[in-house]
């Protein structure tokens, strides 16, 4: 069981219930957006290769920041869970307990600090783009 008190859990996960609304707002106008044709309507303004790759380009963005934000949709409804199951609180690596300072400025933290530096270290860079 975590060291958090019950006033930090509480403080937490309120927290996370205003990010998980926030995310699904977010979420919500994002998609909204994309369903809106101004992409459709841009590619078919396009005259040269240039601007089909900018029209490209900004279909890509908006697919990344809707992915970034479904991956920490997902992350703050993990940690949901957790606090209702007791788990909250607790590097899923080493099963120490994460810092209520860390945990405060990123309540869906599911890390430990010397567990989060250890996996930068060794998943540094990602996969590397071939031809």
Same mark, same amino acid.
């Given at each position: 069981? #975590?060291?958090? =008190? ?5 403080? /937490? =996960?309120?927290?996370?219930? +205003? ?5 699904? /707002?977010?979420?919500?106008? &994002? ?8 992409? #459709?309507?841009?590619?078919?303004? $396009? ?5 089909? =790759?900018?029209?490209? /380009?900004?279909?890509?963005?908006? /697919? +990344?920041?809707?992915? #970034? &934000? ?5 992350? $703050?409804? +993990? ?7 007791? *788990? ?5 690596? %080493? *099963? ?5 300072? +860390?945990?405060?400025? $990123?309540?869906? $933290?599911?890390? %430990?600090?010397?567990?989060?530096? @250890?996996?930068?270290?060794? @998943?540094?860079? *990602? ?5």
């Amino acid at each position: 069981m #975590t060291l958090l =008190s019950s006033d930090q859990r509480n403080t /937490l =996960s309120t927290q996370l219930q +205003r990010r998980q609304a926030e995310l699904r /707002l977010l979420i919500q106008e &994002e998609l909204r957006r994309s369903q809106d044709g101004r992409y #459709t309507e841009l590619a078919g303004q $396009v005259h040269d290769a240039g601007d089909a =790759s900018v029209a490209d /380009l900004l279909v890509d963005l908006d /697919l +990344r920041q809707l992915d #970034t &934000e479904l991956k920490e949709l997902r992350a $703050v409804e +993990r940690a949901m869970q957790d606090i209702r199951t007791g *788990g909250y609180g607790l590097c899923t690596q %080493c *099963g120490a307990d994460i810092q209520f300072e +860390r945990l405060r400025v $990123v309540p869906h $933290v599911h890390m %430990c600090l010397a567990c989060q530096a @250890h996996y930068e270290k060794t @998943h540094a860079g *990602g996969a590397t783009p071939t031809m």
